[in-house]
């Protein structure tokens, strides 16, 4: 989660009330789990913590191909470190 | 965050999460993925994201899947591609080429059913109040009313902020503890004070007023607090006081002087409705019985050090708990009533004085009892006696069970060192309190039975040992001793004398099982089943020992040497015996009673009579004797001992021997008169040349012969035989060894003064010795004369007699005693042959010999009847009336 978020969660009222942050954290979170289902389809290997960091990072202006190639790139050079995910190649 | 560093910061989570490095552990390793991954990044030669490209690449993926019959993953796919567009940003194709980028031959590795695993667990739908209320409804009693938060303090708002921002940082559980529950706060924890009930308790002490006077605590020891106006309580406060101050406790109402160790009043207290005299009388009723009470449980708790003592102070304690329960009985019914009560202090009265009764008497015995115990230890057991038996009289039914039963429990003790004794003849180590102690551990057995044990007694002579055990002192005494007899004829083997069914002493052993007194008096209820108990040891040990005594000790065959060769029963055995004695007396002027031929002699004689072993236990002693010459006082030179085997001496007593050997010398000494009138002929007599002379000799003779067989009849027949079966009898029907002592004293007692032997008798006893010794006067008288032939012919005769006689001794004796040559009978010729005198001067001296032996005669003669008759007057024995009588026919015929 962004710190934004966190700041935004800390900032929050106590209050039963659902505020428009809420409904977009909801919608965010929907998203999100959109594309960890479309992710599984795909078998991209990638986390949904993964999707996130890399949703985040694109929502902030990270070209996508980049961010794959580094993916890529880490897989390859750390495939032993990696935990449940699959050679990209 | 600028962007930039938001970027690099994505990209660090992002890396740690491909390459699981951390930065606090593989540092280096995370640096150079990271620099890698952010050198990556900055690639711009990546041109901008084709959205309708990235469209038509998942067209084409769906193509895909329908081709190769995949149906199910291109729906889904297509399904989430609808759900996407509906919440899609301006990112999502971008998203998206990074998906499809990073894809990896999906149609041969998805599955439909992994996304089943993706979906997240279904959160639990939201609490609703109607949920709420229905499972908890709000309808608690002042569940609305608002809550005072005046204590509340400020820092806890603080706290519960800070609680709140603690919690709404945390997007996920961290590893640690939360932090909710390391902020306790103790002061959440305080209840705060509710001034109303402290009030309220304030006023439920009525004796704080004013509190400033009290020193904490309810009990003023003789400390009257200064209290100036009277306090007003109710009934139940007061009732609930003078429970605890029965019960000991100590309170507010009642003082307690330690010194006196009484209960007073404290008068500041009151009722309403009561005037306060009355209330007064009433609770000084009541502390008076406080008072004893507590007196009673001051005096428990002493650790007296004698178990008797131990056992009635654990007496006393019961029944102080009995009491204190019926105390607890009536606070329960005070305090949870279970039908309605009426509070009523005179009630209590009532009741606590009905129940308190017995104890009360039993603290007013304690009092009386306790300064004298150092003297006499067994006055309580002697004071519950009484009690018990007063409370019986007094047909106090609950008073006499009360004082029955610690009575019996109290003697329980005392009967155990009874029972010890009376079981086992032992004694216990200093055991002050029992009757029995040992007098003389080092006594012979002889005197076992009479020195060794002995009855401890006070100065005054009162027995050691409760008043109702008296009765029976004697019979614990001797079956103790009869076991320790037992054990010493048995050669200290074991011997016990447990009985088998020893009867039990207590309440209902006594008094039985009715709820009512029993019609007997205590006393003789106690005393029947006490000797019951007694008679079931005591029984067992007389009758064993009497049959030892019987059969093993051979009680009745000493008896009955005793009878024979002392009381000369068989007369026959006694004559042959004193002829040889006689003879040995006459015939050698010294050495006559040489101890080893004469107990040859009597062995010789008796044992073919007595029983086996009987006669080897006699033995003839040499006595020195004053009397010298042909007195017959020489005879008491010759003293027969019997060896008296030790459990016998226990009865026949080593100094009733001696009396038994003064009867035997009497007896010999009258034999040895008759001996000597017998060697006294009627030849002899007549030889006297003067008729007058003759005729004197004859009267004489006649008369001492007379004499001698009245004293030899009254000795056996009267004296002995007569004495000595009334005794053997009495003695074989004897309990113990004690009534055999005792019958067996007594008869020698009597034997000694039917024989004229006491002190008291001693001037007759010592005329008649007189008597006996005219008797050696006369036939010294008649043997001077020198009449040979007819002296002559008279020794032939005695001569042939004396042969004949010892012909039938050879027959009897066992022994071998050399016979005595004839030269020694020639001896007593020559006495008659070797007198030069002539008969003239002979009969002078015969003649005055016996006109003053008929003077000493009338004038002894006399003088015996006298004394005789004297003492059977006063009070005696009809035997010596009998001799006297007889003794005096003889007289008489004289003077007639």
């Known amino acids: 989660m962004s710190n934004r978020d966190k700041k935004g969660k800390a900032k929050e009222e106590p209050q039963l009330e659902k505020s428009d942050r809420e409904k977009s954290r909801q919608a965010h979170v929907e998203t999100l789990e959109i594309l960890s289902e479309i992710s599984a389809f795909l078998e991209t290997g990638l986390t949904d913590s993964q999707i996130a960091y890399c949703a985040s990072l694109i929502g902030r202006g990270v070209n996508p191909e980049a961010l794959a190639e580094v993916i890529r790139t880490l897989r390859t050079q750390y495939p032993e470190r990696e935990t449940g995910s699959k050679d990209s190649n | ?371 004298t115990l150092s003297e006499n230890p067994f006055l309580y057991l002697e004071a519950l006696f009484e009690r018990t038996s007063l409370a019986q009289m007094m047909s106090d039914v609950g008073l006499f069970q009360f004082f029955a039963r610690i009575f019996l429990d109290c003697l329980q003790p005392y009967l155990k060192p009874i029972r010890i004794w009376m079981e086992h003849g032992e004694l216990g180590p200093d055991n002050e309190t029992f009757f029995v102690f040992m007098n003389d551990k080092s006594s012979e057995a002889a005197s076992l039975w009479h020195d060794r044990y002995a009855i401890r007694r006070h100065l005054n ?189 226990n009865i026949i007593q080593k100094s009733s021997l001696q009396i038994y050997q003064r009867a035997f010398g009497f007896l010999l000494k009258v034999y040895r008169a008759k001996y000597l009138l017998q060697k006294v002929s009627w030849n002899d007599i007549q030889g006297l040349g003067d008729d007058s002379l003759s005729r004197l000799g004859l009267k004489m003779r006649h008369r001492l012969i007379w004499s001698t067989d009245v004293l030899r009849t009254y000795l056996t027949e009267t004296v002995f035989a007569s004495s000595t079966s009334q005794m053997e009898e009495a003695l074989s029907a004897a309990d113990d060894i004690d009534a055999m002592a005792g019958i067996h004293t007594s008869y020698i007692t009597r034997l000694q003064d039917l024989c004229l032997l006491s002190k008291n008798f001693s001037p007759i006893y010592q005329a008649i010795m007189s008597l006996l010794d005219l008797v050696v006067d006369f036939a010294d008288a008649h043997s001077r004369r020198p009449n040979a032939s007819a002296s002559l012919a008279k020794v032939q005769t005695s001569q042939q007699k004396r042969d004949a006689r010892r012909r039938k001794l050879r027959d009897r004796r066992r022994s071998i005693i050399p016979t005595r040559q004839n030269s020694s009978d020639d001896g007593s010729e020559d006495e008659y042959d070797g007198d030069a005198e002539s008969s003239t001067s002979h009969d002078a001296a015969t003649s005055e010999s016996l006109y003053k032996i008929q003077e000493q005669f009338d004038r002894l003669v006399p003088f015996v009847v006298a004394g005789l008759k004297g003492v059977s007057r006063a009070g005696g024995e009809s035997a010596w009336e009998m001799l006297a009588e007889r003794l005096d026919w003889n007289f008489k015929v004289r003077c007639s």
């Open chain 2, 1 to 371: 965050m600028p962007q930039p560093a938001q970027i690099g910061a994505l990209t660090d989570e992002l890396v740690a999460s491909i390459t699981n490095f951390s930065p606090s552990t593989n540092a280096q390793a995370f640096k150079h993925a990271k620099d890698l991954a952010a050198r990556g990044l900055r690639g711009y030669q990546y041109g901008r994201t084709n959205q309708f490209d990235v469209r038509a690449k998942l067209d084409g993926f769906d193509e895909k899947f329908r081709v190769l019959n995949r149906d199910d993953l291109a729906n889904a796919l297509l399904e989430r591609l609808k759900e996407l567009d509906k919440v899609s940003t301006k990112w999502t194709p971008e998203t998206l080429s990074l998906l499809l980028q990073l894809s990896d031959r999906p149609v041969e590795k998805s599955n439909v059913d992994d996304l089943e695993l993706l979906k997240p667990p279904q959160s639990p739908s939201p609490l609703t109040w109607a949920e709420i209320i229905a499972d908890d409804p709000l309808d608690e009693e002042g569940i609305w009313e608002s809550i005072d938060y005046a204590a509340e303090s400020s820092e806890d708002e603080k706290d519960y902020r800070k609680r709140e921002k603690a919690r709404a940082s945390e997007p996920t559980p961290s590893s640690s503890f939360t932090e909710e529950d390391s902020h306790l706060d103790p002061e959440s924890y305080v209840i705060p004070i509710q001034k109303d009930a402290l009030l309220d308790i304030r006023k439920e002490q009525f004796w704080r007023h004013p509190a400033e006077h009290q020193a904490g605590g309810a009990l003023a020891e003789g400390n009257h607090a200064a209290k100036k106006s009277a306090s007003e309580i109710t009934e139940l406060q007061m009732i609930r006081e003078v429970l605890f101050m029965l019960a000991g406790l100590p309170t507010t109402l009642y003082t307690i002087d330690t010194n006196l160790r009484e209960f007073k009043i404290n008068t500041v207290f009151t009722l309403g409705h009561v005037v306060s005299l009355t209330l007064d009388d009433l609770l000084s009723d009541l502390g008076g019985i406080g008072t004893q009470i507590y007196r009673l449980r001051k005096w428990t708790g002493n650790n007296p050090p004698i178990p008797l003592f131990q056992t009635f102070e654990a007496a006393v304690m019961k029944r102080l708990a009995q009491f204190d329960s019926s105390l607890a009985g009536l606070q329960s019914r005070y305090l949870n009533p279970e039908v309605p009560v009426s509070v009523s202090l005179l009630e209590l009265h009532n009741e606590v004085r009905g129940f308190a009764g017995p104890i009360l008497q039993l603290a007013t015995l304690v009092v009386a009892v306790m300064p």
């Open chain 2, 461 to 649: 002579g009162e027995l050691h040992a409760p008043n109702f055990l008296h009765p029976a002192a004697l019979r614990i005494f001797n079956t103790g001793k009869s076991i320790v007899f037992l054990k010493e004829l048995a050669n200290h083997h074991k011997y016990t004398n447990i009985a088998q069914d020893e009867p039990r002493l207590d309440f209902e052993t006594i008094c039985g099982e009715a709820e009512s007194l029993p019609f007997a008096p205590f006393s003789e209820l106690f005393g029947s089943a006490f000797e019951a108990w007694i008679g079931s040891k005591f029984s067992l040990a007389s009758t064993v020992l009497r049959q030892k005594l019987s059969s093993e000790c051979g009680l009745w065959e000493v008896l009955d040497t005793f009878r024979i060769v002392y009381l000369g029963a068989d007369g026959s055995l006694l004559q042959d015996f004193a002829d040889l004695v006689f003879e040995r007396m006459d015939e050698l002027d010294s050495n006559w009673n040489d101890r080893y031929l004469l107990t040859e002699l009597v062995h010789g004689i008796y044992g073919a009579v007595l029983a086996p072993g009987q006669a080897e236990r006699l033995v003839i002693r040499r006595s020195t004797t004053k009397h010298r010459g042909r007195s017959v006082k020489g005879l008491s030179a010759v003293v027969v001992d019997y060896n008296i085997p030790w459990s016998i001496a």
